[in-house]
């Protein structure tokens, strides 16, 4: 009779306890891998936000440069200036109220310079020559022909915009032809902050900031024959990416301001700029 054999007393595989170690081992190493995943996902976001906010700094910082370098800009010789209206005087006018504050023009009362309150985006409104504001209206004069040009800066719901007037019409010189228009210049906009610096009285300056002051002082200054000669300014711009998580809490003050603790789920930076105004200088030197 064939015999069935048995079998046998230990069969291979693995124990309870070998098995427990397997998945502990696995879960540990799955969790690494995906915290080395969060990980890089969250510094590439950060990359990512720094860059944007960066370029948008560089390119924002470079406009207004190139606008803020012709402040008070009025040039009797050269320029081809529309002369429908008495243009010695408004270069007289121009040249001594580069910088406008509330209560220079009569049809707008409200229009000028403000230092806001603390927390609050200042407001910048200045007078030039030129061909077209800063939204490229020429409000209605001939191609090439320059004007009396208004521009407003002014932050509204994290926006830096800005709107452009004909000084003219501002002034009660002439009828508007063309109506005013705003442009957004750069959104994500958490501040914008701006200092005045004056010279000495002009009869005694030789055209250098001695102090810088904000928008709620020139009135006064203007009575005491000094005149702003440069801008200061700071923009604190954010992220568009809310995803971004920074470990700690920020904080930032700009210019005059009083420092602000940041979101962190944004990256912020500030970038700031003085620029001595050309034209002014030249002016008040050439007033001794």
Same mark, same amino acid.
């Given at each position: 009779?064939?015999?069935?054999?048995?079998?046998?007393?230990? &069969? *291979?595989?693995?124990?309870?306890?070998? /098995?427990?170690?397997?998945?502990?081992?696995?879960?540990?190493? +799955?969790?690494?891998?995906?915290?080395?995943?969060?990980?890089?996902?969250?510094?590439?976001? /950060?990359?990512?936000?720094?860059?944007?906010?960066?370029?948008?700094?560089?390119?924002?910082? =470079?406009?207004?440069?190139?606008?803020?370098?012709?402040? =008070? !800009?009025?040039?009797?010789?050269?320029?081809?200036?529309?002369?429908?209206?008495?243009?010695? %005087?408004?270069?007289?006018?121009?040249?001594?109220?580069?910088? %406008?504050?509330?209560?220079?023009?009569?049809?707008?009362?409200?229009? =000028?310079?403000?230092?806001?309150?603390?927390?609050?985006?200042?407001?910048?409104?200045?007078?030039?020559?030129?061909?077209?504001?800063?939204?490229?209206?020429?409000?209605?004069?001939?191609?090439?022909?320059? $004007?009396?040009?208004? *521009?407003?800066?002014?932050?509204?719901?994290?926006?830096?915009?800005?709107?452009?007037?004909?000084?003219?019409?501002? !002034?009660? /010189?002439?009828? #508007? %032809?063309?109506?005013?228009?705003?442009?957004?210049?750069?959104?994500?906009? @958490?501040?914008?902050?701006? &200092? $005045?610096?004056?010279?000495?009285?002009?009869?005694?300056?030789? =055209? #250098?900031?001695?102090?810088?002051?904000?928008?709620? @002082?020139?009135?006064?200054?203007?009575?005491? *024959?000094?005149?702003?000669?440069?801008?200061?300014?700071?923009?604190?711009?954010?992220?568009?990416?809310? @995803?971004?998580?920074?470990? #700690?809490? #920020?904080?930032?003050?700009?210019?005059?301001?009083?420092?602000?603790?940041?979101?962190?789920?944004?990256?912020?930076?500030? $970038? +700031?700029?003085?620029?001595?105004? !050309? *034209?002014?200088?030249?002016?008040? !030197?050439?007033?001794?």
């Amino acid at each position: 009779m064939r015999r069935i054999p048995h079998a046998p007393a230990h &069969q *291979n595989g693995f124990s309870l306890v070998e /098995l427990m170690v397997t998945l502990t081992l696995g879960l540990l190493i +799955s969790a690494a891998v995906i915290q080395v995943l969060v990980s890089s996902s969250v510094t590439n976001k /950060l990359n990512q936000a720094v860059a944007q906010v960066q370029e948008s700094g560089r390119f924002i910082m =470079g406009r207004l440069s190139a606008e803020f370098y012709e402040v =008070g !800009r009025y040039d009797l010789v050269t320029a081809n200036i529309d002369n429908s209206v008495d243009t010695i %005087a408004e270069a007289a006018y121009v040249q001594n109220n580069p910088i %406008a504050i509330p209560g220079d023009f009569g049809s707008i009362a409200s229009l =000028g310079s403000v230092q806001t309150a603390s927390g609050g985006s200042d407001k910048l409104v200045v007078s030039m020559l030129g061909t077209e504001d800063c939204t490229g209206n020429n409000h209605g004069y001939a191609v090439d022909a320059e $004007f009396h040009v208004v *521009n407003h800066y002014f932050v509204s719901g994290n926006a830096l915009k800005c709107t452009g007037y004909d000084g003219r019409v501002l !002034r009660g /010189l002439k009828v #508007q %032809a063309v109506s005013p228009s705003t442009v957004t210049l750069l959104d994500n906009v @958490e501040s914008f902050q701006i &200092q $005045f610096g004056v010279s000495d009285t002009i009869t005694s300056s030789r =055209g #250098q900031a001695i102090r810088y002051v904000t928008a709620d @002082e020139i009135g006064g200054l203007r009575n005491t *024959n000094q005149q702003v000669v440069s801008l200061r300014w700071a923009l604190m711009l954010k992220s568009y990416q809310n @995803e971004v998580q920074q470990t #700690q809490a #920020q904080k930032y003050a700009l210019l005059n301001e009083a420092a602000r603790t940041m979101s962190t789920s944004h990256y912020y930076q500030v $970038f +700031s700029k003085t620029l001595a105004l !050309r *034209n002014m200088k030249n002016f008040v !030197r050439s007033s001794q």
